[in-house]
């Protein structure tokens, strides 16, 4: 079949382009401890809820988590053939756009005391305690969205692609280069790990589902 070019023409305007610049990082529901670790840094103090709806603003650039497939390889006659196994799930880097005082540094840092130890504050040589590993439940998120927006005048504040991790944390808080020979901005990467995700497209409702029973509910053959 020969291309034509009003067929083209009426794809891209129908459904446009996605840009790069119409997002937005959402960091919400974070555990208790997690709050309260923020709260009682000796940088912050009470303001873990002005440092949190201030990473939507400075979140300068995301990458969107990518999905792999464990494959296995299988023969029976003839040539093998891959069959699909376990989905691995790639941690994603996010770079946030740092304050005077560097309180969104210290903020993934307290973070992250939740999970090695609280160690970092102390102000004598930590022993012991200081870093006892949390329990998984006291620091995962289900609450990190990656939004994407369409950026056009229909619905402008309306999502088009909304992505969720599950049971993420901050697994790296990468360094901070300084130098006298730059006064540029100073800026903050943070590498997320997680579980799995899960999306919502445009138009995308989800079918509410009770939770399975696994283990339970067993009656074997014959009683």
Same mark, same amino acid.
Do not use: C, E, Q
């Given at each position: 079949m020969p291309f034509n070019v009003n067929d083209f023409t009426a794809e891209m305007n129908g459904g446009g382009f996605a840009r790069g610049d119409f997002f937005e990082v959402s960091l919400t529901a974070l555990p208790q401890k997690v709050r309260d670790a923020v709260n009682q840094s000796a940088l912050l103090g009470p303001s873990y809820n002005s440092v949190l709806n201030g990473l939507r603003f400075r979140a300068e650039s995301v990458t969107v988590p990518q999905r792999a497939i464990t494959p296995i390889e299988y023969k029976d006659y003839g040539a093998p053939f891959k069959i699909g =196994? &376990?989905?691995?799930?790639?941690e994603i880097d996010v770079t946030f756009i740092? =304050?005077?005082?560097?309180r969104e540094r210290n903020f993934f840092l307290c973070w992250q005391d939740v999970i090695v130890g609280d160690h970092r504050l102390r102000e004598t040589t930590a022993r012991? =305690? =200081?870093f006892d590993l949390g329990y998984f439940d006291d620091y995962k998120c289900d609450g990190l969205e990656i939004i994407h927006y369409p950026g056009d005048d229909e619905e402008p504040g309306s999502p088009a692609y909304v992505t969720q991790l599950r049971d993420a944390y901050p697994l790296n808080v990468g360094p901070v280069t300084r130098s006298w020979a730059s006064a540029e901005i100073l800026k903050q990467q943070? &590498?997320?790990t997680y579980r799995y995700f899960s999306e919502k497209p445009s138009g995308f409702n989800a079918t509410p589902r009770k939770p399975e029973n696994i283990g339970f509910g067993f009656v074997p053959i014959g009683i």
């Open positions: =196994s &376990t989905a691995n799930y790639i740092l =304050s005077k005082d560097l012991g =305690s =200081s943070v &590498t997320f």
